[in-house]
Every structure is written in structure tokens, then in C-alpha cells.
């Protein structure tokens, strides 16, 4: 893609009001605009991203059998009076139509996903069952901030799963933790998973998987050294205390939660009668599980996690492109150059605009990619290398840049 | 993907209370199910439909310059005031914030695009611009009907276009009907262009794509010889008249709207205040071109054009699957089938299911794959190839199965 297509371009200046660094980064390299409180535009690089995001963790839901389906955002009223959500869920956005129905916003989908369930379960035989989808949330959200940590309107994978037996639930919670551990590691981010909150396998299960950060909304308790982790609000311990696993001195961090799992155990089978006969011929409620990533928020923990004082550095596995051309002058070099690059499917960034090579060394630090390439006069017929977070310069032929990218 | 995983079976029975034919094939073949009236569940099945048909709008879109973003369902209404909307569209979704907010859902996206482009465009040479997205829009539809032809939910590509004059804008819209054009017929759709509301060039351009179909909302008078088409409500000329450009006898035809252009001319560009400086140095508002095609909607159209008595059939384009294959026992044998088919990236459901060959063969034509593929004792080595459109019969080898599909 080149320079001009990014309709907006990088801006010189901090954005003002940004009260953390995704908010101001992600803005100032063009990634995305706000259009109010906690409601965001995606432009170009923005939604390259995304698309990344997306489909590492479609492939990692796919892998553990989820099978994704599109449930819609405006649900009847009816469905969350059954629940109890409609006047207990404070950020659940309520619409009446001009003919006076009533309708919710989705916020989350078990109110629709369990009446769509009691047609695809019967029998234990269906069981266990998995649906995901990758969709947008509104929450009514007092305090929407921290750019894209938490909005009123984000993108979110939700997967709701359908057991026999507790144990069941257990065995599949535990492949999908792997797969939530992989989804983090392919973006980028370390995730620690905290303790359930009842402190107990086999009570109600509640994970949280947590990125230690400043922009995060919650404070973890962990062991630096095991996995032991727990949010601080129902911690037992303090910091400095022994780790109750390996008696290191325990921390505290400022952290945000990128992705959850909750036990809903029979509640809402319950709610919408959702019954399957059992192997004895038993009529029975399904246990369900539910498992959230914010697909929007890891967009905004990746840049906190990743930048520096010039830009972000994006992890090659969600960079909007693997590496952005830069010419001085040189502009056949630099065609020639582009093209080979697009002939091999490397996606490239060529900020062919006619502005200062310090100008568009600025733009490049600030979006990030993980390479950078400089065509001009002084290169000659050789490329000049340079991986974003690193100082090492070198000279390589167009050859060696294909290979090295590829 | 093997059968069990499409989540939900191919009903019996035709679903009660379906009014059309995409209603009811889409729902009995397990694409969707209607959560109410106008919004609806996309299933395994839909969603892959979903996907081809998005995916071959954005090429397209793509291939006339126009730039991807993503912009948010949830709007302040200050700008929706400032274009009246917010008083004047009877289909706004309006919602009242617990803090006494009001915001509306997003029913068309001039109300955010035209803030966004003051950035984008300062002078003449940021113009010709046009960006797109494809995006779930919201109405207040007092008849929500006709399946998924006209919801309260729905996706939209809904491109705009900004221009430094009247005649860039014609010039666009040019590129931008060819590009429509070729939209539908990868799509299997044959659209007639209706002539402008005006009935001239130069005045505000508003055309219209339409399919003729017995499920869609509006008459056309269309010549069964040349190009001319025009919509009754604004027609001077009625059934059986002369063509007024080739003097063939004109038809009437109920067909469905597939996308639609209009000219916004200055409207939203002076509600927002959007200038640039033109080439003479004067402040000038832009041009303004709006371009929509209803994602979910062409699903719809699609199905009441491509179907008979037993189900749908898919043109090969926008399939869920290529081909459908049928084991009726000689489980090894399909089994090898199937990976066979895999390995070569040939996108096929296999029905692995303990069912009659009645029942699989029913299901495969409800459905309908382009191909369907049997492996049972009397194929013996061979495999018996079916075209959906077609009643011919083949028995065919593996490796002209895998030719003829690639």
C-alpha cells in the first residue's frame, strides 16, 4: 500500500486528551479515531490490525473445535427479562422501537446463544458443543477510557460451550486455556491466568487472563517466579507475602484482563429450559461455559505493551505491514523495490510522499512496523535494513531483504 | 467440514410463517434463524456465504481505489442533529445513556464520514477520495419482512466518495457502476440500472441496482431488449409502451433494490463544514457520492434467483462449499475422499452422518453445493459426480474429481 492511501496521515503533534498511551499512539500514527467517549473509528491500519487479531484467534478457536456462527446485536427485550439481565445489568443499552417494543443492545450473548442452543442439543451425544463468534459489544459504560481498553462499543470473541458433566466442562475449560495461552503468545503478550475466585477447582469457575500493565483497570497479585496469580480484590494474601506455591515474595501489578472464562454452570439452561437426555435417559440441564477475548482491547494492550518513546513496535504476527519502504528521491529504485516485495506477498508500507527522509523516518518509528527499508542515492543498489527495535543498520541485497521477510 | 459441525441439521419440514423463499430455504438448509422479525442468526452455513459475498465487494471496492475502514453502530446525535436526521428519518434507532445521553444507531454513515473527511482531505489534491466500509446497520423498519431482504439488522457496504467537481464525480460513479456491475455478476445476479429520479445526467444522481424478483418491494418498467429501466413510482411511460430508446414493448417486473448511488451533492459537506481549497485557492465544499450494497440482502436475492423445488443452488462464487460429499456406508473410501479433497484445497462438506441415502441425498439438494460427490459399494474405486443445476450422472476418478474442481 502506499503513503497516501492511509486516508489520514501520522500527525506531528501528541493528541490532546489522551490519557494513555494506546489512546495517543494508536491516534497519532493513524490507526484509529475517536468519535466519542469510548467509540472508535478504525481507519486503514487500524483495521489491518484487527483483521490480524481476528483471525489468530479464529484459527486457535477453530483448533479446539468451536465453530463459529454471527449472532446479531439487537435482541428482544423478552430474552433478558428472562434472565434478570434487563433490570440487573446496569451497562446493558436499552432501545424502544417507534411502535413501543423494546429492545437490548447485546453485551453479551448467553441471552441469545441458549434459545439458539435447545435446537442443536438433545441428547448427551451432541454434548460437548462449542460456538464462537467475533462480534461487537455495547455497554453503557460511565467511565469509558483508556482508548480502547474499554469502550462502549468493542470487538469482542465470545464462545459459549455445552457439557454433560461438570467434569467434562473441566477437561475442555483446560483446552481452552491452552489455546488462550497460545492466542496471547502469538500477539505478543505474556497473560497470567488468575486463580479461580473461589479459590477451587470445583466451585464455580472464574478465570481471568491478565497482561501486566499500567493502562490496565485492575490490580494483580503474582509470583514473579510460578504462575501463581490472583486479582487483589479477593486475594487473601498481600504484597510481600510468601507465594503460596514456591514461597517467593508475591507482587502487585497494575493489570488489564484480555480475556476470561466464567462457569455459568445451569443458570441460564435453566432460564430458557434448555434440556438433552442423559446416557441413563434423564432429562437434564447442560452445564455451560463462556469464554471472552477482547479483540479491540488486545489491539489497545499490544501497543502498551509494545512501544517506545518514538512509536510503537508492532509484533510481526499483527504489524498492519511486515515493513515500511522508505526512498529518498530514488524513486525507480524505490518501484522496483516495492514491486519485487508485493510479488512475493510481503506486505509493504511505501511512503513515497515527497517529504523529508526525516519527516518519514519520524512516521515509521511512530507506526511501527518491524522493518524498516531505505531506498536513496547512498544505498545505491543495495537496501538499507533496519528492524524496528533494534539500532543495527545493514546493507543487504533486494535478494536478501525477499528472503529475510519472506 | 464434516456435517456434524455445521451445529444445526437440515429441517424436515418447511419452517412455519416463512413468507418467501430465501426465508424458508435459508432457514430449512440451516443458514439462519430468525432471532425476530428483521434480525437474524447466521449459522456456520450462512456465515460462509457471508464471508464469499463480502469478500468479492471488497476486491471490487478495492479495485476503484476505495480505502477499508471500520466505522462504529453507536453515534452521537449531536450529528444527527446537525443534518436533522435526528428529527427527520423515522427508521433512527434512538437510545437514551443512563447519564441521559442520546445516541443513535447508525442506519447510514454520512453523519460520521463527512467529521472524518475534514481531516483527510484539505485541497484539491486529496480529491477524488473514497472510502468504504462493511458494517451492521439498524433500522426501525415498521415491517420487517421478505426474510433477509429487509431487517432491522443488516450488513451494508456502504461506500463515499468526495469530489472537486460535478464531473469527477460522474467520472467516478462510472468506475463505480462498472464495478457494481461486475459485483452482481460474480454474484449470479443480472441488476438492471434504473434510470435517475431526474431522468437527466446532470441532475442529483440517484441509481438504483435491481433484481428482478417476485420477493422484492418495488416495480420496475424495464425493456426486455435494451438497458432502459426505471422505477413505476417515477416513470412517465407505463406496461406495453414503445422503449424510448430501442421501441421494443416495455415490461413491469417486482424486483428487489441490490444497491443503490446517490448524489449527497454539498448537503452533508456544508452541515459539517467540510471545505477545501480548490485549484483557483478558493474554500469550497465537496462533492458528495454514496454507494450501498446490502451484503446480507444479496444472500437473500441470491436464493430467490438460484433455487427449485428440492433447495437452493448456490452459484459456485458464494457456495458454503464447493461440493457436498456423500458417503452411504464405505466410510474408508470417503474418508480417503475427503482428505484427498482437502489436500487440495477444495472447500467440501462431508455428510459422515448414519443416515439413509434418501436423507443425505434430500439434504445435499437443500443445501446445494455446486457438486455432489458419492462414494458407496457400487462406486466401487470410483466417485459418482452430480451438478445441482444438472441431472446428469458421471462416475468419475478421483483425480478428475480433484481436475475438475480446482
Known amino acids: 500500500m502506499k503513503?497516501?492511501?492511509?486516508?489520514?496521515?501520522?500527525?506531528?503533534?501528541?493528541?490532546?486528551?489522551?490519557?494513555?498511551?494506546?489512546?495517543?499512539?494508536?491516534?497519532?500514527?493513524?490507526f484509529v479515531r475517536q468519535l466519542m467517549a469510548g467509540v472508535y473509528i478504525y481507519l486503514p491500519l487500524g483495521r489491518k490490525v484487527l483483521d490480524k487479531i481476528?483471525?489468530?484467534?479464529?484459527?486457535?478457536?477453530?483448533?479446539?473445535?468451536?465453530?463459529?456462527?454471527?449472532?446479531?446485536?439487537?435482541?428482544?427485550?423478552?430474552?433478558?427479562?428472562?434472565?434478570?439481565?434487563?433490570?440487573?445489568?446496569?451497562?446493558?443499552?436499552?432501545?424502544?422501537?417507534?411502535?413501543?417494543?423494546?429492545?437490548?443492545?447485546?453485551?453479551?450473548?448467553?441471552?441469545?446463544?441458549?434459545?439458539?442452543?435447545?435446537?442443536?442439543?438433545?441428547?448427551?451425544?451432541?454434548?460437548?458443543?462449542?460456538?464462537?463468534?467475533i462480534q461487537w459489544k455495547y455497554r453503557d459504560e460511565l467511565r469509558a477510557?483508556?482508548?480502547?481498553?474499554?469502550?462502549?462499543?468493542?470487538?469482542?470473541?465470545?464462545?459459549?460451550?455445552?457439557?454433560?458433566?461438570?467434569?467434562?466442562?473441566?477437561?475442555?475449560?483446560?483446552?481452552?486455556?491452552?489455546?488462550?495461552?497460545?492466542?496471547?503468545?502469538?500477539?505478543g503478550l505474556t497473560a497470567k491466568v488468575t486463580e479461580a475466585s473461589g479459590g477451587s477447582f470445583t466451585d464455580k469457575i472464574s478465570f481471568e487472563f491478565m497482561v501486566l500493565t499500567d493502562a490496565g483497570e485492575d490490580d494483580i497479585l503474582y509470583c514473579p517466579k510460578c504462575d501463581f496469580c490472583i486479582n487483589t480484590e479477593i486475594a487473601t494474601q498481600k504484597e510481600n507475602d510468601n507465594c503460596p506455591h514456591c514461597k517467593t515474595q508475591l507482587k502487585v501489578g497494575r493489570a488489564s484482563e484480555a480475556g476470561n472464562v466464567f462457569d455459568l454452570g445451569q443458570k441460564f439452561a435453566k432460564d430458557f429450559e434448555l434440556t438433552y437426555q442423559n446416557k441413563e435417559g434423564q432429562k437434564k440441564h447442560p452445564i455451560m461455559g463462556c469464554y471472552g477475548i477482547g479483540i479491540t482491547r488486545a489491539m489497545g494492550i499490544i501497543v502498551e505493551k509494545n512501544h517506545d518513546e518514538r512509536g510503537i513496535i508492532w509484533p510481526k504476527s499483527v504489524a498492519p505491514f511486515v515493513t515500511q519502504l522508505i526512498n529518498i528521491e530514488s524513486l525507480e529504485n524505490a518501484q522496483k523495490t516495492y514491486d519485487a516485495l508485493l510479488e512475493n506477498n510481503i506486505e509493504t508500507l511505501w511512503d513515497d510522499r515527497d517529504e523529508s527522509p526525516g519527516v518519514k523516518f519520524k512516521d515509521a518509528d511512530l507506526i511501527g512496523c518491524p522493518v524498516r527499508l531505505v531506498v536513496s542515492a547512498k544505498t545505491g543498489d543495495k537496501i538499507e535494513w533496519k528492524q524496528r527495535n533494534s539500532e543495527k543498520i545493514e546493507l543487504l541485497d533486494l535478494a536478501e531483504v525477499i528472503a529475510r521477510l519472506k
Chains 1, 2 share one sequence.
Open 3 to 30: 503513503f497516501h492511501q492511509l486516508v489520514i496521515k501520522p500527525l506531528k503533534e501528541t493528541p490532546a486528551g489522551a490519557d494513555t498511551i494506546n489512546h495517543q499512539l494508536l491516534v497519532q500514527g493513524g
Open 54 to 133: 481476528r483471525e489468530i484467534v479464529r484459527e486457535e478457536m477453530d483448533g479446539i473445535g468451536g465453530k463459529e456462527i454471527y449472532m446479531p446485536a439487537l435482541h428482544p427485550s423478552a430474552n433478558w427479562k428472562k434472565t434478570g439481565g434487563w433490570d440487573n445489568i446496569d451497562v446493558l443499552f436499552k432501545i424502544k422501537s417507534r411502535t413501543g417494543k423494546d429492545y437490548a443492545l447485546g453485551q453479551s450473548h448467553e441471552e441469545v446463544v441458549t434459545p439458539l442452543a435447545k435446537e442443536m442439543i438433545k441428547s448427551y451425544k451432541d454434548l460437548p458443543l462449542a460456538v464462537y463468534q
Open 145 to 187: 477510557k483508556s482508548g480502547i481498553l474499554r469502550g462502549k462499543e468493542f470487538e469482542m470473541k465470545d464462545m459459549y460451550s455445552f457439557h454433560d458433566t461438570e467434569e467434562d466442562f473441566e477437561q475442555f475449560y483446560e483446552q481452552a486455556k491452552k489455546a488462550y495461552l497460545r492466542i496471547f503468545k502469538r500477539l
